[in-house]
């Protein structure tokens, strides 16, 4: 049971991380499904986003740009002070998220 309870709270704040961030990804015209790139998002304890890079490039500076500044845009995301320091250490002080034209995913 607290093993699923994990899994349920790690998903919640996956959804919190994607929503916050597709909500300022602004997809340049150059965006074509298809494409992809990784962006490594580093973070503090209070939820603060110290750097975002790119981890793997899709090909197109213009995609990967927009991807990188959509997770700076964000910011803080305050609620991840919620998460025990344990948990927030191995799942969300790095992370990597995929941006695709057609969706987001972590």
Known sequence: MAENQGSQTSGK???????????????????????????????????????????????????????VAAVRSVGRIPELRQVDRATFDSQYRQRRMIFKPEDLDL
């Open 13 to 67: 704040y996956d959804d919190l991380i994607v929503s916050l961030v597709s909500q300022q990804w602004r997809r340049p015209p150059s965006a074509r499904n298809g494409m992809s790139v990784e962006v490594l998002i580093q973070m503090l304890p209070d939820g603060t986003i110290t750097n975002a890079r790119v981890t793997r490039s899709s090909g197109d500076a213009s995609f990967d740009n927009s991807a």
